[in-house]
């Protein structure tokens, strides 16, 4: 019989994600990871098994993967859905609740954020912020993965993209079978989230010095 994706435990009972706080035993059972991706109009291609395939350069631009070894690379993937989207395309959107992070295996991500208008001046419109443009081996969303608040900003398939996804559940069931692959992948998603927090608050400090 083959073995259970453990990305289908996002809909099964408490004890096969991190542990939440809020969560009644009588909500209706949320819709599956797969669902979510393909009602947001991506491709969902299956699990990343065999990541290893895709070569070590993928270990050498991935600061999430550049302490694995090929073996711990195909453990990783296959806790992973590889999915697909076109030009255009939004692979995230700011505003949406998410429990997921994505890793780009291939193509350009363009992330913006939306600066909503003055209140003094009721007719203007939203502005939109270009954050930055990301490539083979970037993060994106590990921070609403861990606190379920809302995305941030907007991701957007510049070119056609490949990328795997990773969800909470997924990090569970990882932790209890492979716990040493599941401990060095927290390591670096924390260390990801440190070195962003840091660069937020060195921007903070040069606007500042500016005023």
């Known amino acids: 019989m083959a073995a259970e994706n453990p990305l289908n435990a996002a809909a099964s009972p408490p004890g096969g994600d991190i542990p939440l706080q809020g969560e009644s035993a009588g909500a209706p059972a949320p819709r599956s990871l797969e669902d979510q991706l393909r009602q947001a109009g991506l491709e969902v291609l299956g699990s990343c ?15 999430l993967l550049e302490d694995f070894t090929m073996k711990e690379l195909d453990t990783l993937g296959e806790a992973m859905l590889l ?19 994505l890793l780009l295996l291939s193509g350009t991500v363009d ?13 203007a419109q939203d502005n939109k912020s270009r954050l930055g443009v990301t ?5 994106l969303g590990e921070m609403s993965m861990f ?14 993209v490949e ?8 990090i569970g069931q990882l932790i209890r079978q492979h716990p040493g692959v ?13 070195q962003r927090l840091r660069n937020t608050s060195n921007r903070l400090v040069r606007l500042l010095q500016k005023r």
């Open 49 to 63: 098994q065999k990541m290893s395939g895709r070569g070590p350069a993928l270990l050498q631009h991935s600061a």
């Open 83 to 101: 999915i697909r989207a076109q030009p255009g395309q939004v692979l995230i959107a700011e505003g949406d609740a998410g429990d997921w992070l």
């Open 111 to 123: 992330v913006t954020k939306t600066t909503p208008a003055g209140d003094d001046d009721p007719g």
């Open 135 to 139: 490539t083979e081996g970037a993060v």
């Open 147 to 160: 606190d379920r608040d809302v995305r941030y900003a907007t991701c957007t398939a510049i070119d056609a």
């Open 163 to 170: 990328a795997a996804v990773l969800s909470r559940a997924a």
């Open 182 to 194: 599941g401990a060095k992948l927290m390591v670096k998603i924390t260390q990801l989230l440190a």
